[in-house]
């Protein structure tokens, strides 16, 4: 635990004090509203550049056991779990033209996962798949994503550049009737939603963005016919442009390099700057993984879960900046599980806070030689204000000739565009092609938004159900009304900064729901009791970060500066403790939301 005197006298009240005004100058009174629907305005930015002419097929209209809806990797572990549990028809159905989710849209170059690849890369042990570095490249990821489809047969039945676009639960047949953008109509007995939470990418709503005549696209909808090259650079593309990136976060600091290697020149226009943190990336060593020893990778996912959800563990085996920080996650998650006197434990969390900003800024210093743009670059807010991100040649970008920095916190973002480029204060930037890394609606799925109608039984809608209380669900994954629909990755249940962690556990459990009501002859369904148990278990002891994120800097953490909801939106004691939860009640407790069928298959 750090102490006072590790800290010059002051500085914590200097820190505070610099914070709230660095936080004041970027508050909107728009907060949230600031942001465009990628659909919304510009079209074109939801089309898919990857999948090429989008074959013509006949609807289907037949039956399966299992539809999925999303074929990322919450769709592919479900997909797999179900078919390690026997079931025969199981049909994804996928925006994008073949499975990835994430990884199939995101394609930009110097794409990497920051989460170490040996704990990220989902079903190990399963494909017998050795990552070759320690931060995999996107290319990597997603081709594990389509190995693990192949390898539990997920094509045959799969729809590719294909959308849901209604579910309706029918009482007669005790099935779902499924609708799709291509005309299809099936039905499915079972229906698994793994529809993610970076889904819907956003556009900052600047004034005079239709106007723009240069080029545009979206970081997840890379354009590399314009810009030539691939996700490892070599974007001659852009030997004679002026390009402008809008968007410092985990995307923009991965690519910002890239640009400025190939770019005549680039504009990096900043509204908050990242904290950028050391990544070492390596490749995978014999002695990282165990490669001859079954179950390596499970042991090391679990390691990395209960070191970054707060337990006590022996030896940290992954050993990076985010074990390292995990400490200073506890904000950043809001189920990370803590113990003992509260106030002692916030006064030296500050501390902890303040001596790792510290070095962060300290690092910005050491790297970027420009004085000004290196107080540019420094972060002030507190560590879990906004997630973390690594990198070892994006700071050193800065020192480029044809890298300009602007920063646009005082007019809270690029003010405005026009024909030729962009404005802030007093300049305009003309460019050639403006890059948004400006991110998705972090958090929200089809389902929650309601551009995925969920009907349950009797025609009543999933928003109309939650509409008065709030979501009511049983660990997260099923709700009273609703039979036989099970939610992957959502809300009141437990998460991690390892994403495919937490899917991956949700899948087992979504498969062994599954498998239990074929067994059974049997529909899965909650009883409000249950979802009422749930609710009181999610507020014992939920921990209050609401204080927290209402000094930060806006972000998607809390809602552009306006606070975080501290309602009980997850599991309070962390997500490996939610993990065993979850297998005790598999093992005691799973009868309870069967009931006997009453219809017969159609
Ligand atoms: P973010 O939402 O994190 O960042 C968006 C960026 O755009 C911010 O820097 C934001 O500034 C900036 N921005 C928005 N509007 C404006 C504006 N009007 N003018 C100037 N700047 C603006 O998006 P990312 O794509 O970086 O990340 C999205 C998610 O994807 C993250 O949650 C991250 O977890 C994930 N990700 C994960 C990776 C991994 O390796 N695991 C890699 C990349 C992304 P401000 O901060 O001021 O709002």
């Not at 990597?140 to 693990?148: D, K, L, M």
């Amino acid at each position: 635990m750090a102490h006072s005197q590790d800290l010059p006298p002051g500085t914590l009240s200097e820190l505070r004090q610099r914070y709230r005004i660095e936080r004041e100058r970027r508050v909107r009174p728009d907060g949230v509203r600031q942001y465009l629907g990628a659909e919304a305005e510009f079209g074109y930015y939801a089309d898919d550049p990857y999948a090429g002419e989008t074959a013509e097929r006949a609807p289907v209209g037949d039956g399966v056991d299992a539809v999925v809806v999303g074929g990322g990797f919450g769709g592919i572990l479900a997909g797999a779990r179900l078919r390690q549990q026997g079931i025969g028809r199981v049909r994804v159905v996928e925006k994008g033209g073949d499975f990835g989710g994430t990884w199939y849209w995101n394609r930009y170059p110097g794409i990497h996962c920051d989460i170490e690849s040996h704990v990220y890369l989902p079903m190990l042990d399963e494909t017998g798949y050795v990552p070759r570095w320690k931060y995999a490249p996107g290319e990597e990821i997603r081709r594990h994503a389509v190995r693990i489809a192949e390898k539990f047969d997920l094509y045959a039945d799969a729809l590719f550049s294909t959308s849901v676009t209604s579910l309706s639960w029918d009482e007669t047949t005790e099935t779902w009737i499924v609708t799709t953008d291509r005309g299809d109509r099936f039905r499915a007995t079972y229906v698994i939603t793994a529809t993610g939470t970076l889904s819907e990418l956003k556009l900052p709503g600047i004034p005079g963005i239709e106007t723009f005549r240069g080029h545009t696209f979206h970081t997840s909808r890379w354009d590399y016919a314009y810009t030539g090259g691939t996700p490892d650079g070599g974007l001659t593309g852009l030997a004679d442009k002026r390009v402008g990136v809008v968007g410092t976060g985990a995307t923009g600091v991965q690519v910002v390099p890239k640009l400025a290697e190939d770019a005549e020149h680039l504009y990096v226009f900043q509204r908050t700057p990242s904290t950028v943190d050391v990544r070492a990336n390596r490749r995978t060593t014999a002695r990282d993984v165990g490669a001859d020893r079954h179950g390596w990778a499970r042991e090391r996912r679990d390691n990395f879960l209960r070191v970054t959800s707060g337990e006590d563990v022996e030896q940290d085996l992954v050993a990076d900046r985010w074990t390292r920080s995990a400490l200073l996650l506890e904000k950043l998650l809001p189920s990370f599980r803590r113990q003992g006197d509260r106030a002692a434990f916030e006064a030296a969390y500050e501390i902890a806070d303040a001596l790792k900003m510290n070095e962060i800024r300290a690092r910005v210093e050491q790297i970027v030689t420009d004085p000004d743009t290196a107080g540019k670059l420094k972060p002030w807010y507190r560590y879990a204000c906004k997630r973390p991100t690594f990198s070892d040649l994006y700071l050193q970008a800065f020192n480029r000739d044809n890298v300009t920095l602007v920063d646009t916190a005082d007019t809270h973002g690029i003010e405005r565009m026009t024909e030729r480029g962009v404005v802030v204060g007093d300049t305009e930037y003309e460019l050639d092609c403006l890059i948004f890394a400006t991110g998705f609606s972090v958090g929200v799925s089809g389902i929650h938004s309601g551009r995925l109608p969920v009907h349950g039984r009797g025609g009543i809608r999933l928003q109309e159900a939650w509409a008065e209380e709030g979501p009511r669900t049983l660990h997260g994954f099923t709700c009273n009304g609703f039979p036989n629909l099970i939610q992957l990755g959502g809300v009141q249940s437990a998460s991690s900064v390892n994403y495919t962690h937490v899917l991956d556990e949700h899948a087992v459990h979504a498969a062994a729901l599954v498998a239990a009501a074929e067994a059974g002859n049997a529909v899965i369904e909650p009883s409000r009791e249950a979802e009422d148990a749930w609710l009181a278990v999610l507020s014992e002891g939920a921990p209050d970060h609401a204080w927290f994120h209402a000094e930060c800097t806006p972000g998607y953490y809390n809602a552009e500066g306006r606070g975080r909801p501290n309602g009980p939106t997850a599991y309070p004691h962390g997500a490996f403790a939610f993990h065993h939860l979850l297998k005790r009640w598999r093992e005691e407790s799973m009868g309870e939301v069967l009931r006997a069928r009453t219809a017969t298959q159609p």
